[in-house]
């Protein structure tokens, strides 16, 4: 059984920064796309950043400009880099990955920004 790790969440004020990161425990193979979600309280699931697997990403207009997702494929491990953090940020942050057979999810991370 695979399982999805995430890492990096926590407290940080406006302006901050925070890399995420989601290792998976063994590889998976035919992976599509490799995402990050989030979910702040009382709102629905969005997508937040995307990468494919010939190395496309796409991005939530909200987060352009300020958050970068990356790969390491031979860590099986992906990344969110979040810069210029706002309070509306806030939320609970997944990793994604989609193969060809299933989805994969990890247990998500708290993100909180605030002064």
């Known amino acids: 059984q695979v399982q999805l790790v995430e890492s990096g969440g926590g407290l940080v004020q406006p302006g901050g920064s925070l890399r995420l990161s989601c290792a998976a425990s063994?590889?998976?193979?035919?992976?599509?796309?490799r995402a990050w979600y989030r979910q702040a309280p009382g709102k629905q699931r969005e997508l937040v950043a995307a990468?494919?697997?010939?190395?496309?990403?796409n991005y939530a207009d909200s987060v352009k400009g300020r958050f970068t997702i990356s790969r390491d494929i031979a860590k099986n491990t992906v990344y969110l880099q979040m810069n210029s953090l706002k309070p509306e940020d806030t939320a609970v942050y997944y990793c994604n990955v989609e193969s060809r057979l299933r989805a994969y999810w990890g247990q998500g991370t708290q993100v909180t920004v605030s002064s």
């Open positions: 990468i494919t697997s010939g190395g496309s990403t």
């Open positions: 063994r590889t998976i193979f035919g992976i599509q796309t």
